[in-house]
T-cell receptor, first 116, second 116 residues
Framework: DSGVTQTPKHLITATGQRVTLRCSPRSGDLSVYWYQQSLDQGLQFLIQYYNGEERAKGNILERFSAQQFPDLHSELNLSSLELGDSALYFC???????????????FGPGTRLLVL | AQKITQTQPGMFVQEKEAVTLDCTYDTSDQSYGLFWYKQPSSGEMIFLIYQGSYDEQNATEGRYSLNFQKARKSANLVISASQLGDSAMYFCAMREGGGATNKLIFGTGTLLAVQP
């Protein structure tokens, strides 16, 4: 158990709908990351938050948005869903990166999204 | 751009034997970090081992060791005394960015099957 929790574990929805994925980081971790794992794109970084602020953005679609709340949990919102958004969505957390240091990211169990 | 290459889509190994999973990387950064993660069929991403670019010794964690050859830009994972539970997908990853940005880029993975 990594200490990172994600809900729900599975989500089935229809095209055009909107869903919210939730993540709670490990106790004390200020950084939260979202990744998408799909068969055709592999594992891709979406977005990073640090202590409530956006720090880095990857190949995140405009239909997707995220935020990190004062209690450090994070939500990833996916709207106008398409079939191609079906994937495993991971949240990860890490300690505050130090200069020159690459802090290990610990992953949650993932949310498996199926868009029909 | 930074890139991780895993050239072995799949591998077989006999139980109790050692196996090496290949990973090469491309970066122009002087400071970087390399990670290996394990993804069993259940889907979660499990952190195995980390190697910093300035670390002089190869990283080891129990049965896992990282054969780091900086000049060749390779970071191969060695699993000694394979166990049936080692059957999984293995991903090599590199930290991209500096400072508080800590996103990971992943290779395409190697599927390891341990045979009794």
């Amino acid at each position: 158990d990594s200490g990172v929790t994600q809900t729900p574990k599975h989500l089935i929805t229809a095209t055009g709908q909107r869903v919210t994925l939730r993540c709670s980081p490990r106790s004390g971790d200020l950084s939260v990351y979202w990744y998408q794992q799909s068969l055709d794109q592999g594992l891709q970084f979406l977005i990073q938050y640090y202590n409530g602020e956006e720090r880095a953005k990857g190949n995140i679609l405009e239909r997707f948005s995220a935020q990190q709340f004062p209690d450090l949990h994070s939500e990833l919102n996916l709207s106008s869903l398409e079939l191609g958004d079906s994937a495993l969505y991971f949240c990860a957390s890490s300690e505050r990166p130090t200069r020159g240091g690459a802090k290990t990211q610990y992953f949650g169990p993932g949310t498996r999204l199926l868009v029909l | 751009a930074q890139k991780i290459t895993q050239t072995q889509p799949g591998m077989f190994v006999q139980e109790k034997e050692a196996v090496t999973l290949d990973c090469t990387y491309d970066t122009s950064d002087q400071s970087y970090g390399l990670f290996w993660y394990k993804q069993p069929s259940s889907g979660e991403m499990i952190f195995l081992i980390y190697q910093g670019s300035y670390d002089e010794q190869n990283a080891t964690e129990g049965r896992y060791s990282l054969n780091f050859q900086k000049a060749r830009k390779s970071a191969n994972l060695v699993i000694s005394a394979s166990q049936l539970g080692d059957s999984a997908m293995y991903f090599c990853a590199m930290r991209e960015g500096g400072g508080a940005t800590n996103k990971l880029i992943f290779g395409t993975g190697t599927l390891l099957a341990v045979q009794p």
